[in-house]
């Protein structure tokens, strides 16, 4: 696909890249999204109690417990392919 090798080539040229991926990008891994109505994170909770930072760090807790998906690991390969620095 030359899209793809024109993609690469320029990428490849750029001084600096920014990737920007969505909240989904971590699902896979076990991480709700924001936003989906069913799992969503915040789906469970009622906005009034996230008023404070001991709430917030309680809640957000199991972030630390999450793994690398394989989009998450293919984006940490990225800079050892010099496709990213």
């Known amino acids: 696909m030359p899209e793809f090798g024109s993609a690469a080539k320029?990428?490849?040229?750029?001084?600096?890249?920014?990737?920007?991926?969505?909240?989904?990008?971590?699902?896979?891994?076990?991480?709700?999204?924001?936003?989906?109505?069913?799992?969503?994170?915040?789906a469970p909770y009622d906005p009034r109690t996230m008023e404070t930072a001991k709430a917030f760090r309680e809640i957000l807790r199991w972030y630390g417990d999450g793994t690398c998906g394989r989009a998450n690991r293919s984006l940490k390969q990225l800079p050892m392919m010099h496709i990213s620095r």
């Open 10 to 42: 320029a990428l490849s040229h750029a001084p600096e890249i920014v990737i920007f991926t969505g909240a989904g990008i971590s699902a896979e891994s076990g991480i709700p999204t924001y936003n989906d109505p069913l799992t969503g994170i915040w």
